[in-house]
C-alpha cells in the first residue's frame, strides 16, 4: 500500500509569484483535504475534494484554488502570493467509508520571500 | 480559524513518567482525534473517538471524551524518548463534512 506523497519537498518563491502544490494519495481513497500550519500553530483546513468536486472550504481566499484528478491525486494552486503564504501545506487522504481518519502526506514547505 | 485549545501548550517529562494533554473545543463534534507531529512533518493519526463513546484505549494510549464539557484528554502511559513529538487533538463537526480542525497542540518532550 503507497502512503501519501506530496512533492516538492521544499519551494522557496517571491511575493506576486504563483505555486503549485501536488499531492498524491493513498491507493484506495477518494478525499483529499489540503492544509497550511504556520510556524507553531496547529493546521488550518483549506479545502477538501470529494471524486473530483470541492466538498467544504475554509477561511481562505479564492487565490487558494484546487483540483482532484481522476487517479484522487491533486494540486494546490496559490496565485499572488503574499509574505504570510509561507507555511508548511499538508495534503491528507481518506475514504469516507473510513470514519474520517486522515492520512497526512510529509508536507510542502513554501517560502515566500 | 482554531476549534479549540490544547493544555498545556508544553509539556517535559522523564522517560517511564506518564504524560497528559488535555482538549477543549467549541462547537457539537460528530468525532475526535488526536494526532502526532515530529519536527514540523506530516501527521499520524493515533486515535479516534465517536461523540457517544467516553473512552478510548490503543496501547499506551487512553482518550477521554466529555461532550457535556466539550473536552478530551490524552494519556500516554509509560512515556518513551521516541513519543518527543507535537500533540493536536482535531475535531471533526457536526456540520462540516469530513474536515478537522485542529487546536495549537501540545509540545511534548520526554528526556531519558
Known amino acids: 500500500e503507497t502512503g501519501v506523497t506530496q512533492s516538492p519537498t521544499h519551494l522557496i518563491k517571491t511575493r506576486g509569484q504563483q505555486v503549485t502544490l501536488r499531492c498524491s494519495s493513498q491507493?484506495?481513497?477518494?478525499?483529499v483535504s489540503w492544509y497550511q500550519q504556520a510556524l507553531g500553530q496547529g493546521p488550518q483546513f483549506i479545502f477538501q475534494?470529494?471524486?473530483?468536486?470541492?466538498?467544504g472550504r475554509g477561511n481562505f481566499p479564492p487565490r487558494f484554488s484546487g483540483l482532484q484528478f481522476p487517479n484522487y491525486s491533486s494540486e494546490l494552486n496559490v496565485n499572488a502570493l503574499e509574505l504570510d503564504d509561507s507555511a508548511l501545506y499538508l495534503c491528507a487522504s481518506s475514504s469516507l467509508a473510513g470514519g474520517n481518519e486522515q492520512f497526512f502526506g510529509p508536507g510542502t514547505r513554501l517560502t515566500v520571500l | 480559524s482554531q476549534q479549540g485549545e490544547e493544555d498545556p501548550q508544553a509539556l517535559s517529562i522523564q522517560e517511564g513518567e506518564n504524560a497528559t494533554m488535555n482538549c477543549s473545543y467549541k462547537t457539537s463534534i460528530n468525532n475526535l482525534q488526536w494526532y502526532r507531529q515530529n519536527s514540523g512533518r506530516g501527521l499520524v493519526h493515533l486515535i479516534l473517538?465517536?461523540?457517544?463513546?467516553r473512552e478510548k484505549h490503543s496501547g499506551r494510549l487512553r482518550v477521554t471524551l466529555d461532550t457535556s464539557k466539550k473536552s478530551s484528554s490524552l494519556l500516554i502511559t509509560a512515556s518513551r524518548a521516541a513519543d518527543t513529538a507535537s500533540y493536536f487533538c482535531a475535531t471533526v463537526s457536526m456540520k462540516a463534512g469530513t474536515a478537522l480542525i485542529f487546536g495549537k497542540g501540545t509540545t511534548l518532550s520526554v528526556s531519558s
Open positions: 473517538i465517536r461523540s457517544n463513546e
Open positions: 491507493s484506495g481513497h477518494n478525499t
Open positions: 475534494y470529494y471524486r473530483e468536486e470541492e466538498n
